[in-house]
């Protein structure tokens, strides 16, 4: 996938120009036409097990294959999809991809029951009265069990939930389906707010991640954070794990999970489905 990194380098450019040309409305399309015509793609990033460096989830994270501009990531495309409205179709082709191509990997892996499958939920889907019956019949179709299927939301979307919304989190829950938070602390976090929503899982930001090696008052912040999520019983994922040492240090502070380009960076599908019982290194050896 370096090359993937290459040709968004060299997208950069002409996409900046191409953005000056065209209006939101003709992105818009472009976008919609990219969804029907089957040009988004899911990659998959592993999330390990800190203590034993296996597999324990794969993220479903979506990339635009455009015939000029290359692999597009998310930041290039995510925001107006969601001004647009076009985040909800978008993101519901990618968990049916995701769970569709999650469903066929636990048939022809074997030892592979327990993996769960993240998935990213924009505001807008999580704000559509239809969103628990969407996702009910793509369980359905796929087969993907609903028990191995994580959403994850961010901040945003839960700081200030409506009734709808708490209503619609605990369908899911009733499922059997586990909601994370998605970037935890980047937020204007009321903190109170763990208490009061159905949340499993606390994705802590790459952002505290960084400095945990070689900054005292960063790890300092991490652990907190980490022990917050201890606290109220979640399963807490540390995002952006880029070295050993920063691997090493999450474990020593308990953190249960962690994900990064250290492991893993994000890959195809066929490539994710090897990796499925691999043990990753660097977890308690530099490897
Ligand atoms: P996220 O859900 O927090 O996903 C983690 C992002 O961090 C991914 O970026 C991943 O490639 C990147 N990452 C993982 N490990 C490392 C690391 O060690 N170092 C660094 N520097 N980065 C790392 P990506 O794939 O570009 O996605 C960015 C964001 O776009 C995601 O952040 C998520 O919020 C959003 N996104 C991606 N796919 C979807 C989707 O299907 N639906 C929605 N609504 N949002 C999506
Ligand atoms: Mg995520
Ligand atoms: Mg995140
Ligand atoms: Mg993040």
Same mark, same amino acid.
């Given at each position: 996938?370096?090359?993937?990194?290459?040709?968004?380098? +060299?997208?950069?450019?002409?996409?900046?120009?191409?953005?000056?040309?065209?209006?939101?409305?003709?992105?818009?399309?472009?976008?919609?036409?990219?969804?029907?015509?089957?040009?988004?793609?899911?990659?998959?990033? *592993?999330?390990?097990?800190?203590?034993?460096?296996?597999?324990?989830?794969?993220?479903? &994270?979506?990339?635009?294959?455009?015939?000029?501009?290359?692999?597009?990531?998310?930041?290039?495309?995510?925001?107006?999809?969601?001004?647009?409205?076009?985040?909800? *179709?978008?993101?519901?082709?990618?968990?049916?991809?995701?769970?569709?191509?999650?469903?066929?990997?636990?048939? +022809?892996?074997?030892?592979?029951?327990?993996?769960?499958?993240?998935?990213?939920?924009?505001?807008?889907?999580?704000?559509?009265?239809?969103?628990?019956?969407?996702?009910?019949?793509? &369980?359905?179709?796929?087969?993907?069990?609903?028990?191995?299927?994580?959403?994850?939301?961010?901040?945003?979307?839960?700081?200030? *939930?409506?009734?709808?919304?708490?209503?619609?989190?605990?369908?899911?829950?009733?499922?059997?389906?586990?909601?994370?938070?998605?970037?935890?602390?980047?937020?204007?976090?009321?903190?109170?707010?763990?208490?009061?929503?159905?949340?499993?899982?606390?994705?802590?930001?790459?952002?505290?991640?960084?400095?945990?090696?070689?900054?005292?008052?960063?790890?300092?912040?991490?652990?907190?954070?980490?022990?917050?999520?201890?606290?109220?019983?979640?399963?807490?994922?540390?995002?952006?794990?880029?070295?050993?040492?920063?691997?090493?240090?999450?474990?020593?502070?308990?953190?249960?999970?962690?994900?990064?380009?250290?492991?893993?960076?994000?890959?195809?599908?066929?490539?994710?489905?090897?990796?499925?019982?691999?043990?990753?290194?660097?977890?308690?050896?530099?490897?």
């Amino acid at each position: 996938d370096t090359a993937m990194y290459a040709a968004k380098r +060299a997208g950069r450019g002409r996409y900046e120009l191409f953005t000056a040309e065209l209006d939101t409305r003709a992105r818009d399309t472009e976008l919609r036409q990219a969804i029907d015509d089957g040009n988004l793609v899911v990659l998959y990033q *592993p999330a390990v097990d800190l203590s034993t460096g296996h597999v324990v989830a794969v993220e479903a &994270l979506v990339r635009w294959r455009h015939a000029e501009r290359g692999l597009l990531a998310p930041s290039e495309f995510i925001d107006l999809a969601e001004e647009t409205g076009a985040i909800v *179709p978008l993101g519901e082709w990618v968990l049916r991809e995701a769970c569709r191509e999650a469903a066929r990997w636990r048939d +022809a892996v074997p030892d592979t029951d327990h993996l769960r499958l993240s998935v990213n939920l924009s505001p807008k889907q999580v704000q559509q009265a239809t969103l628990v019956e969407t996702i009910r019949n793509i &369980l359905r179709e796929t087969g993907f069990p609903a028990d191995r299927l994580v959403l994850e939301l961010t901040e945003t979307v839960i700081l200030e *939930p409506d009734a709808h919304i708490v209503a619609r989190l605990e369908s899911l829950r009733d499922l059997g389906i586990s909601i994370a938070v998605d970037d935890f602390g980047t937020g204007y976090s009321a903190l109170s707010y763990l208490r009061r929503l159905p949340v499993d899982i606390l994705k802590i930001d790459r952002s505290f991640v960084t400095g945990i090696a070689d900054d005292p008052q960063a790890r300092t912040v991490a652990e907190a954070v980490v022990r917050l999520g201890m606290a109220f019983r979640m399963n807490v994922v540390a995002e952006g794990i880029e070295t050993a040492d920063q691997a090493r240090i999450l474990a020593a502070m308990g953190c249960g999970f962690g994900q990064g380009f250290h492991f893993c960076e994000p890959v195809h599908g066929s490539t994710a489905a090897q990796a499925l019982r691999r043990t990753f290194r660097g977890v308690l050896t530099d490897e």
